[in-house]
Structure formats: C-alpha cells, structure tokens
Nanobody
Framework: QVQLVESGGGLVQVGDSLRLSCAAS????????MAWFRQASGEEREFVSA????????FYTDSVKGRFTISRDNAKNKAYLQMESLKPEDTAIYYC?????????????????????WGQGTQVTVSS
C-alpha cells in the first residue's frame, strides 16, 4: 500500500497554469503506475491521465490532450500534473491514484476501480 498526498490546487483564471503534485510514501513508489482523476461537483470521478511506473508512457483523456502533462520523479517519490490553458470545465477536485497496474493502450486504466490507493484530493477552480 502507498499513501498519497496531493498539493498545488487553487483558484486561477481562464488560460492560467497550475502544477499539481502527488507525494507518495509507504511501499516502493516505483512499483506503481500513477494516475490523476478528477471529480466535479455532482459528477462521477473521471480519468484524466496515467503514467507507467517507469515513466516511459502516458495516457490522457481527450479533453486534456495538448494541455496537461503527467510526469513522475521516482527518486523523489512524486508524480505531477502540469496543467496549461485551464478552462472553467477543468474545475474539479483532482485526485492522484496508484496501482500495481500494467498500462497499455486501451480503456482499463480509465476505470477508477482499477486503482487501489488514493489521495484526499486537491481543489482546482478555474474562474472566467
């Protein structure tokens, strides 16, 4: 099991940037694939992005492709989500997640039930 703590959320304007961080502790961070999900008020939790344990492949939901970048630093036990050109529809609580999961092109990683460990979330609000 790994413990996750997100940070970096806040209130920004349309077009601004934010970088979310996810700090991990517990079991070896490099054993886990990492992901970011988000949940807007009244909506279901949705997949945003995922990265392999090695960091050599990343996957994104269509609505954030070209604007968001996921990365990880296994030496620091951290994962990141760099968000550019933010839009009001990006407003949500953002959660990082970890799992001993093999990532390959497909849809399995989009299912939140595939991810075993979760942080408490960080609020991102994009104001117009």
């Amino acid at each position: 099991q790994v413990q996750l703590v997100e940070s970096g959320g806040g209130l920004v304007q349309v077009g601004d940037s934010l970088r979310l961080s996810c700090a991990a502790s517990g079991r070896a961070f490099s054993d886990y694939a990492m992901a970011w999900f988000r949940q807007a008020s009244g909506e279901e939790r949705e997949f945003v992005s995922a990265i392999t344990w090695r960091g050599n492949a990343a996957f994104y939901t269509d609505s954030v492709k070209g604007r968001f970048t996921i990365s990880r630093d296994n030496a620091k036990n951290k994962a990141y989500l760099q968000m550019e050109s933010l839009k009001p529809e990006d407003t949500a609580i953002y959660y990082c997640a970890a799992a001993d999961l093999v990532l390959y092109p497909g849809t399995h990683y989009r299912n939140p039930y595939k991810w075993t460990d979760w942080g408490q979330g960080t609020q991102v609000t994009v104001s117009s």
